[in-house]
């Protein structure tokens, strides 16, 4: 069975994953989407805590990339990764990044580990993700989510 809402926007995810971080995690804490990191890494933003909700492309099971002719339903693996950058201003205490980054990375899967989107017929399930990504003042923690597609 075809996905009616991925044929007609292949990111359809990306919108609803902020919709429903802003729902779950609280308005202290800002959501936006980003196209790549260096969106994320911007040493000119000044805010504590951000929430980036970005494409992390996808994959095709068993090979049915291959298969797939002719407008043929197929199923597609969509990875999209929610990075929460904290920022520090100790740059002394680099501790203090992931002691304040714990709590909100639990809030984050919690809100989207085994979530159904709507438009999706199967819930996002976490996946091994990236490596975090360290800079002097600011830290970025990475969750990759996973949802099984048919186009």
Sequence with gaps: MSNAAAAADYLFIGPLIEQRLR????ENVPVEGVEHMAQARD???LRELVLYVMWGGDSFAGGEASRARGGESQRVFQRWIVWLRVR????????????RAGPLLSAVHKALAGWTPEGAFRPL???QGPAPDYQAASGLYPLA???NLSL
């Excluded at 729902?23 to 609280?26: C, E, H, N, P, T």
């Excluded at 100790?90 to 992931?98: D, I, L, M, Y």
């Design 88 to 99: 520090n201003a100790s740059v002394a205490n680099k501790a203090a990044r992931s002691t």
């Design 145 to 147: 989510f996973e949802i």
């Design 23 to 26: 729902a779950q995690i609280g």
């Design 125 to 127: 399930l976490r996946t």
């Design 43 to 45: 040493a000119q933003d």
